[in-house]
């Protein structure tokens, strides 16, 4: 079975930061394109960021781009997301996902097919 695992969440005030890890288990990630997408209560679930098997391409939604990082370990077979500056707007759960690679990757849910279970992210006072 070829499995992704999230971790890192957890409760942070405004402000603070939180370091996201997706570990893939019977497969490489190197061949494929990694998302994180996120989905808040009563919301759509939305991008992210992602980042191509290559490591060269990345993506960031509009909301992100200036504050969360996306980069993936070879080594560790495994992709992070760096949050900072976190806000309320920010609280959901986060997931990973992998496609497979293609020659121009994109950011969008119905392109990937392999997901994780999702780790809950709280930022409050």
């Known amino acids: 079975q070829l499995t992704l695992v999230e971790s890192g969440g957890g409760s942070v005030q405004p402000g603070g930061s939180l370091r996201l890890s997706c570990v893939a288990s019977?497969?490489?990630?190197?061949?494929?394109?990694i998302g994180w997408f996120r989905q808040a209560p009563g919301k759509e679930r939305e991008a992210v960021s992602c980042i191509s098997s290559s490591g060269y391409t990345l993506i960031y939604g509009d909301s992100v781009k200036d504050r969360f990082t996306i980069s993936r370990d070879k080594v560790k077979n495994t992709v992070y997301l760096q949050m900072r500056s976190l806000e309320p707007e920010d609280t959901a759960v986060y997931y990973c996902?992998?496609?497979?690679?293609?020659?121009?990757?994109?950011?969008?849910?119905?392109?990937?097919?392999?997901w994780g279970q999702g780790t809950q992210v709280t930022i409050s006072s």
């Open positions: 019977g497969f490489t990630l190197d061949y494929y394109t």
């Open positions: 996902a992998a496609a497979q690679t293609t020659v121009q990757p994109v950011c969008e849910p119905s392109e990937y097919d392999y």
